[in-house]
C-alpha cells in the first residue's frame, strides 16, 4: 500500500491511447514506476499525520472500488451519487461535466452499452504485475485526495441496426458490440462532511482490443472517440477534450 | 372438432375480445375441465396445503374428482370445479377461480412433495413497450393473451421440515424434438430449441406445414420429466401446458384459452409421442439452466412484473407502408450493397456480413443469356468489371448498367444478384448459375405484397443459362427441395452478430438469438423456400413476414458450412438489396420428413 504524490500532467500521450498490442504493459509500467520514484518525499514534506492519510486513503480506496462494484452491477444511478458537486468525469474523448452531465454518461451512455462490468485484461494486453495495484495521495489538509488506479472494463455501445435479429436481442438485454479497455483512473476526490466524494475522474485509456471473457484471442481496436457534444449527440459530453 | 385454419397464423386477424366477452366466456369454466380420457379420482377426498416461494399458500380440498375448496393465503374458502390427471408419479390438476379470469394449475411429485403451480389469468391490462428494454411505443397486451406466473414449493407434511431443493427451471430440454398426438387427436410437432420459446408446428390445426414460435417455460421434474407451456402470443393468444415423461413418451396437460374461432378451450388431455431428434445446445458444460434467463423489466435493475415475458411483438413497432409509399421511397433511394465496402472493421463486426464470403470476378468479361422455363423471364448479361454489369430483357434493345455482387458458392456455381433498374415494384434478382451444367435458379423479388408495401413478395424461377460454354439440359432443372428440413445451423454474420436457423418444415424456418454465454434465446420464424442446387448446396430464401417484411436469399454451402447472399427490404427510408453471409455450424438435426406432405385437412400426419 502506498500514500504518494499523485502525478500532475503526467503522460503525454493521454489523448492519443497507443492502441498496439502490449502497449498496456509499457505506458502503465512507465507511469507508476514514476509515482513510486516519488511517494518517499510524500510524508516529509505535507508533515501529514500518518494514521489519519492512512485512514483517508483506504476510504478513497473503498470509494474507488465501491465505484468500480456499482458499475460492475450496473448501478448507474447510484454512480451518479458518488460524485460531489460540479463534478467532472472525462471519458472518450469528452468532458461531463455537472451532476445532469454526469447522468447521461451513466444513466444513458454507459447503461445502453452496459459499459462498466468488471472484466479481465485481454490476452496479450495485461498489465505489468510488477507495478503498483494503485496510488492514493492524500492532500496535508486532508480535504482532497488524489489518486491512480488500474481498470480493467466491458466498453459497449448498442447495435444501431434495425433488423429482427438486433431488435430480438435488445430484448433479450443485449443487442450490443462490447470490447475491451483497460487504462487507469486518474481520479480527484474531495471530503464532503465526514465521507469522501469523486470531484474528477478521467478515465486514461491505455488500450481497446475486441476482447470479451471467454475469447482466446484479442486484436487492437480503434474505437472512435466523441465526435459531438450534447445535445447534437443525445449522450455526449459537454465538450470534447 | 376443429375446422382447420388455411389463414396462416401470422396473417390471421384474430379478434380483440373484450374483457367483458372473455369474463362472460369463461364463466363456463367453473365446472371445471372436460377431458377425452376421463378425469382422475386420485385426489378425491383429500387436502394439500401448498406452500410456494415468493408465491401464495394453497389450502385445497378436494370434496370429489370434479370439485374442490381452494383457500389463497388464508382467505375465504371458494369453490371451484377441478379435472386432475395423473402421469406416474405426477399429479396434475387445473381449475379457474369462479367470477374471476384467473385460475391455477397445479403438478403435484407425489414422490417427492414438490409442487410447481402455475397461475394463468386473462384481461391483464398490461402495458409494454414505452421505451428502455421493452421497445417503442407503448402497447396494451390483447385481453384474450393468457398470462401466466409460475411459483415452485411444496405440500407442506405435518413434521416434515420444507425441502431446501424445489423445482426449477431447466435447460435440459433445449435442442429437443417431439411429435406430440393428443387424446383429442390433434396432432404437432413441437421443438424446444430455446429455453425461453418453441417452434411448433399445428399437423391438424393448420392446412399448412408452416412453423411458428411462442414464449415458452421449461421446468425441471426429474431426469425424465419436465413441464412445458406456450403461450401463442400476438396469435390466439392460448395456452398450452403439460407434464411429459421421456421414458415413455406420454403427456398430461391442459389448454386454456380462445381458438381463432373466438371459441373458449379449456380441456385436459393426455398424449402419446415420439422423439424426434436433439440439437446441441451451446452454454458452458457446468450451466443447467437452473437460474431462468430472466425476462426484461421496463427499467433496469428493476424486478420484472408478474407474468413478464421474454416476447417478440414485431407487429406492435411496424409502420406499414402503402405500395405507392415504398415505391415513391424507392424512386429517392434505392441503394445496392452500398455502405459496407469501405466500412470500418467495428461496422463489420456488427453487420450482416463481416463473415461473409469474398466476391468473385469470375464472370468478369462472360456474356450469356438466363431463360426462366413456363414464359418466365429471358435476361441477357455482359459483365464488365467485378461490380458492374450490363443487362437487358431479351426484346429489348438497350442495354442497363447496374451494379452487382457475386460470390463462387461452390465450385464453378456462381451466385449473384443485381436491381431490376427502374421497376415498379421495385424489384431484385439473386440468380445462381451453375458454370458446369447451365442450370439456373433465379430468386425474383419485389416491394409489396397483398399485405402492405413494405414486404417483399419473391418466388423462384427454374431455368437455363445459354451462351458460350453452356450446353444446358433441356428437361433436368433445380428443385425445390426437403433435404434441409428438421435441420439447425447457427450463422454467425460478425463476431457480434450469431443466430440460429432451424429449418423446421419444408415451408417455414425460424430463427433463434444466443444469449451471451450462448443459451438459447429468443425465437421467431418465417415462411421459406429451400431449393437444391447441388448436393449440399441449396438456396434458401425467407421473408420476415408480418414482422418486418425483410427477406434474407442466401446460398447454404453444407460442406464449407458457409453461407452467403443478399437481404433485400424497403420502407420509408427506400429500397436497399444488401449484403449477408455467415460462417456456419450445424447444431443437429430431427428426424421429421415423415410428417410433412400434402393430407385431407384435419386429419394431421
Known amino acids: 500500500m502506498s500514500i504518494t504524490k499523485s502525478l500532475s500532467g503526467s503522460g503525454d500521450n493521454r489523448k492519443q491511447p497507443n492502441t498496439g498490442r502490449r502497449s498496456f504493459i509499457w505506458k502503465a509500467g512507465a507511469a507508476m514506476s514514476a509515482v513510486v520514484a516519488s511517494a518517499a518525499t510524500g510524508f516529509s514534506k505535507t508533515g501529514v499525520d500518518r494514521a489519519d492519510a492512512l485512514k483517508d486513503a483506504n476510504a478513497v480506496r473503498t470509494l474507488h472500488r465501491t465505484y468500480e462494484s456499482r458499475l460492475n452491477k450496473g448501478m448507474y444511478e447510484e454512480v451518479v451519487g458518488m460524485f460531489a458537486n460540479n463534478a467532472e468525469v472525462v471519458f472518450n474523448g469528452g468532458l461531463f461535466k455537472g451532476e445532469k452531465s454526469i447522468r447521461r454518461l451513466y444513466c444513458e451512455f454507459f447503461q445502453a452499452g452496459q459499459t462498466g462490468k468488471k472484466i479481465e485484461p485481454a490476452p496479450g494486453f495485461e498489465p505489468d504485475p510488477e507495478q503498483p495495484q494503485d496510488i492514493v495521495d492524500v492532500a496535508a489538509d486532508r480535504k482532497t485526495a488524489t489518486g491512480q488506479f488500474p481498470y480493467s472494463m466491458q466498453v459497449g455501445t448498442p447495435m444501431t441496426e434495425d433488423t429482427s435479429l438486433v431488435k430480438m436481442a435488445r430484448l433479450q438485454g443485449e443487442g450490443i458490440v462490447k470490447w475491451w479497455e483497460g487504462g487507469t483512473h486518474e481520479v480527484t476526490c474531495v471530503k464532503v462532511g465526514e465521507s469522501w466524494k469523486i470531484r474528477r475522474l478521467e478515465y486514461r485509456l491505455v488500450s481497446k482490443a475486441d476482447y470479451r471473457p471467454g475469447r482466446t484471442h484479442a486484436r487492437a481496436i480503434d474505437i472512435p472517440a466523441f465526435s459531438k457534444v450534447y445535445p447534437a449527440d443525445p449522450a455526449g459530453p459537454d465538450k470534447l477534450v | 372438432m376443429y375446422q382447420p385454419m388455411n389463414i396462416p397464423m401470422h396473417r390471421f386477424k384474430y379478434t380483440k375480445l373484450t374483457k367483458e366477452q372473455i369474463g362472460q366466456e369463461l364463466a363456463a369454466t367453473a365446472a371445471g375441465p372436460k377431458c377425452v380420457s376421463g378425469l382422475s379420482d386420485a385426489l378425491a377426498g383429500k387436502s394439500l396445503k401448498i406452500v410456494t416461494k415468493d408465491g401464495p399458500v394453497l389450502n385445497y380440498s378436494f370434496k370429489d374428482k370434479n370439485n374442490l375448496t381452494l383457500s389463497e393465503n388464508g382467505g375465504a374458502a371458494i369453490e371451484a370445479g377441478y379435472g386432475a390427471l395423473t402421469l406416474k408419479q405426477m399429479v396434475f390438476f387445473s381449475h379457474m377461480i369462479p367470477g374471476t379470469q384467473k385460475g391455477y394449475n397445479v403438478f403435484v411429485d407425489l414422490d417427492t412433495d414438490l409442487v410447481t403451480v402455475f397461475e394463468v389469468w386473462f384481461s391483464s391490462g398490461k402495458q409494454e413497450g414505452g421505451g428502455g428494454f421493452l421497445g417503442g411505443e407503448p402497447y396494451t397486451l390483447d385481453d384474450r393473451e393468457v398470462q401466466r406466473q409460475i411459483y415452485y414449493g411444496y405440500v407442506e407434511v405435518p413434521g416434515k421440515e420444507a425441502p431446501e431443493q424445489l423445482h426449477h427451471a431447466t435447460n435440459r430440454i433445449e435442442g429437443k424434438g417431439m411429435y406430440w398426438k393428443q387424446d383429442t387427436g390433434i396432432e404437432t410437432l413441437e421443438y424446444y430449441a430455446s429455453v425461453i420459446s418453441s417452434n411448433w408446428v399445428e399437423l391438424t390445426r393448420q392446412n399448412d406445414d408452416l412453423a411458428f414460435c411462442s414464449p415458452s417455460d421449461y ?157 418466365g423471364p429471358v435476361w441477357q448479361y455482359k459483365f464488365m468489371d467485378k461490380f458492374m454489369l450490363k443487362y437487358k430483357e431479351e426484346k429489348e434493345t438497350e442495354w442497363r448498367e447496374a451494379t452487382y455482387r457475386a460470390y463462387e458458392g461452390d465450385e464453378k456455381l456462381v451466385w449473384f444478384a443485381h436491381i431490376l433498374l427502374d421497376s415498379k415494384p421495385r424489384a431484385s434478382v439473386a440468380i445462381a448459375v451453375d ?119 442466401e446460398l447454404i454451402n453444407t460442406k464449407i458450412s458457409h453461407d452467403c447472399g443478399f437481404s433485400y427490404s424497403g420502407g420509408a427510408g427506400g429500397v436497399n438489396l444488401g449484403l449477408v453471409g455467415a460462417i456456419g455450424r450445424h447444431i443437429g438435426s430431427f428426424d421429421v420428413k415423415e410428417y410433412f406432405g400434402p393430407r385431407v385437412a384435419g386429419k394431421g400426419a
Open chain 2, 219 to 375: 421446468v425441471l421434474v426429474n431426469d425424465n420429466m419436465f413441464i412445458y407451456d406456450r403461450t401463442e402470443c400476438e396469435f390466439a393468444g392460448i395456452f398450452t401446458l403439460f407434464v411429459a415423461d421421456l421414458f415413455t413418451e406420454t403427456q398430461v396437460g391442459v389448454r386454456l384459452g380462445f381458438n381463432h374461432l373466438d371459441e373458449l378451450e379449456y380441456y385436459m388431455f393426455r398424449g402419446e409421442g415420439k422423439v424426434v431428434g436433439q440439437l446441441a445446445y451451446l452454454e458452458p458444460f457446468d450451466d443447467h439452466g437452473i437460474t431462468p434467463m430472466g425476462a426484461q423489466s421496463k427499467t433496469p435493475n428493476a424486478i420484472p412484473e408478474k407474468g413478464q415475458r421474454t416476447a417478440y411483438r414485431p407487429v406492435r413497432s411496424f409502420r406499414h407502408l402503402t405500395d405507392e409509399e415504398v415505391h415513391q421511397a424507392a424512386i429517392k433511394t434505392t441503394n445496392a450493397f452500398g455502405g459496407r465496402g469501405d466500412a470500418s472493421p467495428m461496422d463489420m463486426s456488427m453487420s450482416m456480413a463481416g463473415n461473409n464470403m469474398p466476391f468473385t470476378d469470375m464472370l468478369v468479361g462472360r456474356e450469356f443469356t438466363v431463360r426462366y422455363d413456363n414464359g
Open chain 2, 435 to 553: 458454370l458446369l451444367n447451365g442450370l439456373t435458379t433465379c430468386i425474383y423479388s419485389h416491394m409489396g405484397t397483398p399485405y402492405y408495401g413494405n414486404e417483399t413478395t419473391y418466388r423462384a424461377l427454374f431455368g437455363v443459362a445459354e451462351g458460350e460454354g453452356f450446353a444446358a439440359p433441356r428437361y433436368m432443372r433445380h428443385e425445390f427441395t426437403d433435404e434441409l428440413v428438421g435441420h439447425a445451423f447457427s450463422w454467425s454474420y460478425s463476431d457480434s452478430m450469431t443466430s440460429m436457423h432451424l429449418y423446421s418444415s419444408p415451408h417455414s424456418m425460424s430463427w433463434t438469438i444466443f444469449t451471451g454465454n450462448q443459451t438459447m434465446g429468443m425465437q421467431w420464424g418465417s415462411p421459406c423456400l429451400y431449393v437444391k442446387l447441388r448436393d449440399g448446396v441449396y438456396i434458401f430464401c425467407q421473408n420476415e413476414e408480418a414482422c418486418n417484411g425483410a427477406e434474407m436469399i
